[in-house]
C-alpha cells in the first residue's frame, strides 16, 4: 500500500466538467505538492502547501491541505482537454523527513 | 536555462545484463534524486545525491546504485536485470536545500528487459 492514496485512480470527464482528486494518508505531511505528468515527459509541480488549512489557486485550478494535514484535494474547474494528464501527489513525511509520491490520478478529459 | 536532459531515451537489454543511466541537471542545482515510474507500484524513490554524496535512499536492493560527479551530473546502474526491473527511470534536480523544493524533472529513460 502506498503512504500518499490517491482517489479516484482514473477519471474520464467531459470538457466544462468539474472533478475533485483526492490524495489521503494516515500519515502527518510538512508539506504536500501536486505534479502533472504528460505522456512521454516528467512530471512538472503545479503547487506546494504547506500549511493545515491551506487553500492555493492557480487558474481554474484548487488545491487545499487538510487541517490536520494528512490529506489534500484538487479541484479543477470547467475542465478542458490540456487539462488531461496524470496527476500525483508528494510530500514530505514529517518527523521522517522523507518525500514520498501518491499512487497517482490519470485525468481523460474529452472534447 | 536548459532542462534536465537524460539518456538515453530507451533502452532494450536481456536479463541478467546491466545498464547505466546518465543524468544531467539543471545548471546549478547541486541535488539530484532517481525515481522508478511503473503502472503498478507508481513513482517510487531510488536515492537522492547532493554535492557527490548519497543523501537519502529508497527501498531498493543494492542492484541499484548511483553516483554523482563534481559537476552535478549524476549516473544510475541496475546491475543482474530483472524482468520486474522495466520501467521508466526518472532524474530530478533541485537547489537541493529542502525537501520541500520543486524538483525539475527529466523525461526519463524508459528501460525493458526481454
Known amino acids: 500500500t502506498q503512504l500518499l492514496e490517491q482517489s479516484p485512480q482514473f477519471l474520464s470527464i467531459q470538457e466544462g466538467e468539474n472533478l475533485t482528486v483526492y490524495c489521503n494518508s494516515s500519515?502527518?505531511?510538512?508539506?504536500l505538492q501536486w505534479y502533472r505528468q504528460e505522456p512521454g515527459e516528467g512530471p512538472v509541480l503545479l503547487v506546494t502547501?504547506?500549511?493545515?488549512?491551506e487553500v492555493k489557486k492557480l487558474k481554474r485550478l484548487t488545491f487545499q491541505f487538510g487541517d490536520a494535514r494528512k490529506d489534500s484535494s484538487l479541484h479543477i474547474t470547467a475542465a478542458q482537454p490540456g487539462d488531461t494528464g496524470l496527476y500525483l501527489c508528494?510530500?514530505?513525511?514529517?518527523?521522517?523527513?522523507?518525500?514520498?509520491f501518491g499512487s497517482g490520478t490519470k485525468l481523460n478529459v474529452k472534447p | 536555462k536548459a532542462g534536465v536532459t537524460q539518456t538515453p531515451r530507451y533502452l532494450i537489454k536481456t536479463r541478467g545484463q546491466q545498464v547505466t543511466l546518465s543524468c544531467s541537471p539543471i545548471?546549478?542545482?547541486?541535488?539530484v534524486s532517481w525515481y522508478q515510474q511503473t503502472p503498478g507500484q507508481g513513482l517510487q524513490f531510488l536515492f537522492e545525491?547532493?554535492?557527490?554524496?548519497?543523501?537519502n535512499k529508497g527501498n531498493f536492493p543494492g542492484r541499484f546504485s548511483g553516483r554523482q560527479f563534481s559537476n552535478s551530473r549524476s549516473e544510475m546502474n541496475v546491475s543482474t536485470l530483472e524482468l520486474g526491473d522495466s520501467a521508466l527511470y526518472l532524474c530530478?534536480?533541485?537547489?537541493?536545500?529542502?525537501?520541500?523544493?520543486?524538483?525539475?524533472f527529466g523525461p526519463g529513460t524508459r528501460l525493458t528487459v526481454l
Open positions: 508528494a510530500g514530505v513525511l514529517m518527523d521522517f523527513n522523507k518525500f514520498y
Open positions: 545525491y547532493f554535492s557527490e554524496t548519497q543523501r
Open positions: 530530478a534536480s533541485s537547489t537541493g536545500t529542502s525537501l520541500k523544493d520543486e524538483q525539475f
Open positions: 500519515s502527518v505531511f510538512s508539506s
Open positions: 545548471s546549478g542545482h547541486r541535488s
Open positions: 502547501v504547506v500549511t493545515g488549512g
